[in-house]
């Protein structure tokens, strides 16, 4: 069973480039089903997908972030990568990586929710001055 753990800093000063990393481990990491997301709440707000990185290696992005966010994979640690740039308050909650398969995949880009795919735990990131 694939297993996922987020990591990175839990304070982010205003202005800065936020980055976590997700560490995939337990299954098959490039094959042409899997679907690698990063989704995030807010604090006081509801599940919001961020982007993620499809089976062909591109990555696509949640057009109101798509601006400031990067997704990238390093295959050799099995990790794949979030960079939020211009980080504001408005930054602040939890961010879940997670794993999801074609039928999953509207779901997760309109109202994303835990019992799609396999999720990590989660990290809180809080954006601070």
């Known amino acids: 069973q694939v297993q996922l753990q987020e990591s990175g800093p839990g304070l982010v000063n205003p202005s800065q480039t936020l980055s976590l990393t997700c560490t995939v481990s337990g299954g098959p990491i490039r094959n042409n089903l899997n679907f690698w997301f990063w989704i995030r709440q807010p604090t006081g707000k509801e599940l919001e997908w961020i982007g993620y990185?499809?089976?062909?290696?591109?990555?696509y992005y949640n057009p109101s972030l798509k601006s400031r966010t990067a997704i990238s994979w390093d295959t050799s640690k099995d990790q794949f990568t979030l960079q939020l740039s211009s980080v504001t308050p408005e930054d602040t909650g939890v961010y879940y990586c997670a794993r999801v398969l074609p039928p999953q995949m509207s779901t997760m880009t309109s109202h994303p929710t835990k019992a799609a795919g396999y999720w990590g735990q989660g990290t809180r990131v809080t954006v601070f001055s």
């Open positions: 990185s499809a089976p062909s290696g591109s990555s």
